[in-house]
């Protein structure tokens, strides 16, 4: 399987996370189509990329996207395949 879409977290220099995202392997180097909260942060600090979860399908992407706001686990690190199915599974289980 092609990784296609990924899970990526955009953070300060000083490693402090401002945005976690969706979207495909580009998207998290792309600074366009940001919003004015992105641009200030980005402009005044600047910003590193950290691929969070990859070789997703979309509909895990979003799932693993809106279960790292949920839960509170956006500070995720290398999320392995595996660990995105037993994230998945326990909070289709909660939400069932």
């Known amino acids: 399987m092609v990784a296609k879409y990924c ?3 955009h ?3 000083d490693g402090t ?6 979207g495909t392997i580009k998207r998290p ?4 189509h940001r919003n ?6 980005v402009n005044k600090y600047g910003y590193g990329v950290e691929i969070l979860a990859n ?4 509909e895990d992407a979003f799932e ?3 279960t790292m706001y ?10 392995s395949r595996q660990t995105i199915k037993v994230i998945l599974k326990k909070v289709r289980n909660e939400l069932s």
């Open 36 to 41: 004015k909260h992105w641009h200030n942060i």
């Open 55 to 58: 070789f997703l399908t979309e």
């Open 64 to 66: 693993l996207d809106k």
């Open 7 to 9: 899970i990526y977290r």
């Open 70 to 79: 949920q839960k509170d686990i956006a500070l995720l690190y290398g999320v």
């Open 11 to 13: 953070s300060k220099p």
């Open 17 to 22: 996370p401002f945005y976690i995202g969706k």
């Open 29 to 32: 180097y792309s600074k366009h």
